[in-house]
């Protein structure tokens, strides 16, 4: 007697049999690999940058298959940092200290940009790299395809009405139409993406599931090399911070790599990213490599690692971009010392703000407001000392009056008004020990 489940089914349960049988046909077969298992001592070293078809950019900072972003606020100048840098790399030129292994050829994809607006681009962008980093206009009208067509290295493609992925269909077919492309530019990813940024599972949909299978190779296995192109998406920055006080070093601390509007993903896929942030000065923005920044190679005057430079608008009325210079830095730091005068109590640098080289506020400056008055809700508080002479941020305040709790010179209790402070002993001990 056949013994199989479906026969066993037949011989003692005949009625479901058909069913039985037709719900088998249905069911999935054994599932396989999609891809290829590679032993992890078959991957070969890695080749050196001159004669690796992969490699983008010095020190791996970019290899083909990886993507990257450049993100800024509105009206920074993206299209035309995008652009001068997109000529230097053409042309196996660093831009701004990112350097590629060889001169690349670009595709750029950009949707906010008229015909007008790129070509005024381009012409105050060759003088200037004339006029200011020594390049040859005849190198630069070569790579431009200026005279002949047939020896551009960058080639703009303007897509409309694409999204999505019907713009990474757009985007296959340019690499496979537009032979040797190296690495792709796409201005804005908003424009492209099409969908709400916030959310993780749409852009890995977009990246990992669409963009991904575009430009990598899946079946190279363990040979480098197959992947197809590089890209780099140009990005908006998140909205800026309400608060004086944080909007100051945004985007300049540890988190730099997470200033692009969205969600997580945006950072888990790039693999390197750089954000162009405003300064104190009109025209002069910091350069922050947020991610893989010490790959490249940037360092201060003593050789130890740096992973913000500044550049800067031109100021003579031609549009480009330079970059930023010791007197800059020199402005720059003098900048940040006035504007904290400003901002602080009166203080021993003359200005009526602080010295220079002392906080402007501390636990101790909100430990003396309770004192002086008490009874007052949180709210008011914060109201109190965001008035002149002081004028904190609610944030700053919340801060130290947390800070003055956990060093037991402040207790905290709950009302129907919200959190009430009061001075402590060990706080009033405090007071006493400080300096009129």
Same mark, same amino acid.
């Given at each position: 007697?056949?013994?199989?489940?479906?026969?066993?089914?037949?011989?003692?349960?005949? !009625?479901?049999?058909? *069913?039985? /049988?037709? *719900?088998?046909? &249905?069911?999935?077969?054994?599932?396989?690999?999609?891809?290829?298992? &590679?032993?992890?001592? @078959?991957?070969?070293?890695?080749?050196?940058?001159?004669?690796?078809?992969?490699?983008?950019?010095?020190?791996?900072?970019?290899?083909?298959?990886?993507?990257?972003?450049?993100? $800024?606020?509105?009206?920074?100048?993206?299209?035309?940092?995008?652009? @001068?840098?997109?000529?230097?790399?053409?042309?196996?030129? +660093?831009?701004?200290?990112?350097?590629?292994?060889?001169?690349?050829?670009?595709?750029?994809?950009?949707?906010?940009?008229?015909?007008?607006?790129?070509?005024?681009?381009?012409?105050?962008?060759?003088?200037?790299?004339?006029?200011?980093?020594?390049?040859?206009?005849? !190198?630069?009208?070569?790579?431009?395809?200026?005279?002949?067509?047939?020896? $551009?290295?960058?080639?703009?493609?303007?897509?409309?009405?694409?999204?999505?992925?019907?713009?990474?269909?757009?985007?296959?077919?340019?690499?496979?139409?537009? $032979?040797?492309?190296?690495?792709?530019?796409?201005?804005?990813?908003?424009?492209?993406?099409?969908?709400?940024?916030?959310?993780?599972?749409?852009?890995?949909?977009?990246?990992?599931?669409? &963009?991904?299978?575009?430009?990598?190779?899946?079946?190279? #296995?363990?040979?480098?090399?197959?992947?197809? *192109?590089?890209?780099?998406?140009?990005?908006?920055?998140?909205?800026?911070?309400?608060?004086?006080? !944080?909007?100051?070093?945004?985007?300049?601390?540890?988190?730099?790599?997470?200033?692009? $509007?969205?969600?997580?993903?945006?950072?888990?896929?790039? =693999?390197?990213?750089?954000?162009?942030?405003?300064?104190?000065?009109?025209?002069?923005?910091?350069?922050?490599?947020?991610? %893989?920044?010490?790959?490249?190679?940037?360092?201060?005057?003593?050789?130890?690692?740096?992973?913000?430079?500044?550049?800067?608008?031109?100021?003579?009325?031609?549009?480009?971009? =330079?970059?930023?210079?010791? +007197?800059?830095?020199?402005?720059?730091?003098?900048?940040?010392?006035?504007? +904290?005068?400003?901002? #602080? +109590?009166?203080?021993?640098?003359?200005?009526?703000?602080?010295?220079?080289?002392?906080?402007?506020?501390?636990?101790?400056? &909100?430990?003396?407001?309770?004192?002086?008055?008490?009874?007052?809700? /949180?709210?008011?508080?914060?109201?109190?000392?965001?008035?002149?002479?002081?004028?904190?941020?609610?944030?700053?305040?919340? %801060?130290?009056?947390?800070?003055?709790?956990? *060093?037991?010179?402040?207790?905290?209790?709950?009302?129907?008004?919200?959190?009430?402070?009061?001075?402590?002993?060990?706080? =009033?001990?405090?007071?006493?020990?400080?300096?009129?």
């Amino acid at each position: 007697m056949d013994s199989t489940p479906l026969a066993l089914v037949k011989a003692f349960l005949p !009625e479901q049999a058909a *069913a039985v /049988e037709q *719900a088998i046909t &249905v069911l999935p077969g054994r599932r396989h690999m999609s891809g290829k298992a &590679v032993p992890l001592g @078959q991957f070969p070293d890695p080749r050196p940058e001159h004669s690796n078809p992969n490699a983008l950019f010095r020190r791996g900072w970019l290899r083909k298959g990886g993507g990257g972003f450049i993100i $800024a606020p509105s009206g920074v100048g993206k299209s035309v940092f995008t652009m @001068q840098c997109a000529i230097c790399w053409s042309l196996g030129r +660093a831009a701004f200290g990112v350097e590629p292994v060889r001169p690349l050829k670009i595709l750029v994809i950009q949707a906010e940009d008229d015909n007008e607006e790129v070509s005024e681009f381009r012409n105050c962008i060759t003088r200037g790299l004339v006029s200011d980093f020594g390049f040859s206009e005849a !190198e630069i009208r070569l790579a431009l395809g200026w005279d002949d067509p047939a020896t $551009a290295r960058v080639i703009f493609y303007k897509a409309v009405g694409k999204f999505g992925e019907e713009f990474v269909w757009d985007l296959e077919g340019c690499l496979n139409d537009i $032979a040797g492309v190296d690495l792709v530019l796409v201005n804005p990813f908003q424009s492209y993406f099409g969908g709400d940024c916030s959310k993780n599972a749409e852009l890995s949909q977009f990246f990992r599931g669409w &963009v991904d299978p575009v430009i990598k190779d899946p079946e190279s #296995g363990a040979g480098f090399g197959g992947d197809r *192109a590089g890209v780099i998406f140009v990005h908006h920055t998140n909205k800026p911070p309400n608060e004086r006080d !944080e909007r100051e070093n945004w985007g300049l601390d540890m988190f730099a790599a997470y200033i692009g $509007a969205g969600g997580a993903e945006i950072v888990n896929w790039a =693999r390197c990213i750089l954000s162009i942030m405003p300064s104190q000065i009109q025209g002069l923005y910091r350069l922050i490599a947020g991610k %893989r920044g010490r790959r490249l190679g940037w360092v201060d005057v003593n050789g130890k690692p740096v992973y913000c430079r500044l550049v800067k608008h031109a100021d003579d009325g031609w549009i480009f971009w =330079r970059e930023g210079t010791p +007197a800059d830095e020199e402005a720059l730091r003098e900048a940040r010392q006035q504007k +904290a005068g400003r901002r #602080g +109590a009166v203080g021993g640098d003359g200005s009526g703000g602080k010295p220079p080289d002392q906080t402007v506020y501390s636990p101790v400056t &909100v430990l003396s407001y309770v004192d002086c008055h008490p009874g007052l809700s /949180e709210k008011k508080l914060c109201d109190g000392l965001g008035e002149k002479p002081l004028e904190m941020s609610r944030s700053t305040v919340q %801060r130290l009056l947390k800070q003055g709790v956990e *060093a037991g010179w402040l207790t905290v209790g709950r009302t129907a008004s919200g959190n009430r402070y009061d001075v402590t002993e060990k706080g =009033r001990q405090k007071l006493d020990s400080c300096p009129l």
